[in-house]
Structure formats: C-alpha cells, structure tokens
C-alpha cells in the first residue's frame, strides 16, 4: 500500500493532512501549530516528495528515510512538517487495523488524569486563583499549572513582584490535596531559579518547568541538583541527540516532549524508551487542544513510563480563538478532572469539515 496524495488544509495557526493510498485508504495528521502556514510549505517542498510512492507499513523508517534525504536542513521546521506526515500515518495505522492508536502501542482507551493548564501571565494572583478553585469544583481537576516569570525574561518578571505574589496566592487558595506545577519559560537564572525554588518548596509545589533557558541545558542542570522538587523540560528540544544528552545527564527529573516539534509520535515514542532506560517519566508538553493533546493522551495510555498527568489547557476562545471547533467531537470533554483516550479508530477524531472549507489548500500528488 502507497502513498499518492498528501494533501494540507492550514491557516497561520494550524496545518491538518490527508494523506491517501493506492488503496483509497486515508489517514489524517497535523504538523507543529503556529506559522503552520510556513510549515505547510516545508512540508510540499521537503517531506512530500520523498514520501509519495512509499510503502505505509514502516512508519519509522520512513521517517528515518526523509531525515537522511534532507540532511542538510536538520531543524525545527524540517520536525514540525515531518509531524504531519508522521500523525496521518498512525491515524492510517490504527483505521486500517480497526483499532486506536493507544491499542497499538500495547495499551488501552481509558481515563487519565490532567492538569489544567494555564497559558495566561497577564491574569493577577486572585484572579489566577479564583479561576483555578471554580474549575477545581466544576471539573473536579486536582492538579494546575501557573506560569512564573517572564518568557525568557533574563530574571525580569512579567510585572514586578509577580512571581513572589502568585506563587503564595495560587497555592494556599488550593491548599491541600492538589498537585500545584509551576512553568517559568525560560525565564530565569541558575541562581534566581534557585532561589524561587525554595519559595516553591515551601509552598508545597511538586513541579518546577523550564526554570532556566532551554538552550542552556547546563544551567537547568545545576538547578535540578539544588532543589529537591521536580525540575522538568523539553518541551522545545527535537534533536534527538539533544535528548541523549538531557536523559543521560539526568539535566532535568521529568522529560516533556512535544509530540509536534518533535516530528511525530514515532520519534517522541524514542525520547520516551530513552527516558525509561533511564528511570525518568515521561509528561508530553500539549499546551493547545489542537491534535497534540489527543496524541499526547494516546501516547501516555501506552508507554509504561507516563507521567502523573496529561497537561490540558484551560484557555478558551479569548486567548485561542483559532484552536476553536477543530473537531466535530470535543475529545477534551473533561469529568473529576480526568479526559477519556479516544477508543475510535485512528486518533478517533474528526477534522471539522467547516473548519477545512475554509482553510487554504495544497496538494501534492503522484502523476497518474
């Protein structure tokens, strides 16, 4: 069975492909969102044409095969494209055997717990509270994550004070009996994150994400071996020696691939058997309920090293008006603070229809 039409449906933010055989067989993926309209291109002109005319049966070596043909361009944007056709071939997979992808992983459809995901630095320390206590009693979430910080912030905080005022605020409002994680983005020094650790410790927090700049795994590490919490990351890093190092090197406690950067399930499905060789769990950064959340819960349904939690953001239409009706189903539907692995064929979503009429279209195709 072999590829002859890979197809994209995109606007600026997210890029769906179809992807159809020789058999009529069709599967549908997604590449990294944001300037998904730029990796659609990529996509055309470097991960199409080596995969029109191949074999779907091997999906890692396929993958393996345009990472060798476009050698020279080993970068972000190369894995965020890559992803699309990664995701359409395991959704193909799991529609050609009748089963969920998490099945063919080896595990099951069922319940995992999430975190409610904060996005927002621009919200005050009551108000971050408020919101985590009314969705703690409407959906039963036990788990939350603030940010700290500022993105890359160079030890500036978004506002002055900020990080010592929500810090204290978020966590004593949710008191006992929930997991409280913090992500600072990159925002700090070694020795500034250091310091906020202690705060966070005191504070009860398990969770300390990105304390410093990811290109600076060395600074990470000498924050992991400061504090006693869990220091965690990854969520930018795709090269998979970059992975080899962070794992072996145990720079972070928790690793956090992002099944998009990454280039797919079939790569990040590497990073996760790395980390379990060397007893580090494994909690997928899916910060938008676009494709990679619903990836991230088949993979964590599967690989014996998942961590505590899916990470499932809690941003609506004001601050992601484009993640909005992607999907005929809501597969994010979340009750006692757990959100259910689909157990359809494929991923077990639906690409809206409306939403693909009106994205832009490409096509490449095998001559007939």
């Known amino acids: 069975m072999k590829i002859v039409k890979l197809e994209t449906f995109c606007n600026e933010f997210v890029c769906f492909v179809r992807l159809s055989t020789d058999t009529g067989a069709v599967g549908w993926g997604q590449t990294s969102p944001y300037n998904a309209d730029i990796t659609a291109t990529v ?91 009314r969705l703690r009693d409407e959906q039963g979430f036990d788990a939350f994550k603030w940010r700290i910080g500022a993105e890359c912030g160079h030890d500036v905080d978004e506002w002055p004070g900020r990080t010592e005022a929500i810090v204290p605020c978020v966590a004593r409002a949710l008191g006992n009996g929930c997991a409280k994680l913090v992500d600072a983005n990159s925002g700090f020094s070694p020795a500034r994150a250091i310091a906020v650790g202690a705060l966070l410790a005191a504070e009860g927090i398990s969770h ?19 504090l006693a919490l869990d220091v965690t990351g990854g969520e930018q890093d795709w090269d998979l020696a ?29 990073v996760a058997r790395m980390a379990e060789e060397s007893g580090l769990p494994v909690t997928p950064h899916s910060a938008n309920l676009s494709l990679v959340t619903v990836c991230a819960m088949h993979l964590l349904g599967a690989i014996p090293n998942a961590g505590k939690y899916l990470e499932l953001s809690i941003e609506g239409p004001d601050y992601y008006p484009w993640q909005q009706q992607l999907f005929r189903e809501d597969p994010f539907a979340v009750r006692n603070g757990q959100v259910a692995i689909p157990a359809e064929p494929g991923w077990g ?16 195709e095998l001559p007939s």
């Open 43 to 133: 996509f055309h002109r470097q991960v199409a044409p080596w995969a029109l005319g191949q074999d779907v049966s091997d999906i890692e070596a396929l993958v393996n095969r345009i990472e060798e043909r476009e050698h020279k361009f080993p970068g972000s944007y190369r894995c965020r494209a890559l992803a699309g056709l990664d995701t359409a071939l395991w959704d193909l997979r799991g529609k050609l055997a009748d089963k969920p992808v998490v099945a063919l992983l080896g595990g099951t459809p069922g319940r995992l717990r999430t975190y409610a995901s904060s996005m927002r630095r621009d919200i005050s320390p009551k108000q971050e509270a408020a919101r985590f206590l």
């Open 208 to 226: 300390f994400e990105e304390p410093c700049p990811y290109w600076e795994p060395e600074q990470t590490q000498q924050v992991a071996d400061a």
């Open 242 to 270: 970059t992975w080899r190092h962070l794992i072996r090197s145990r720079t972070v406690d928790v690793v956090q691939p992002d099944v998009m950067y990454m280039g797919g399930l079939s790569r990040t499905l590497r």
């Open 349 to 364: 979503v639906t690409i809206n229809p409306q939403w693909l009429e009106r994205a832009a279209y490409t096509v490449s």
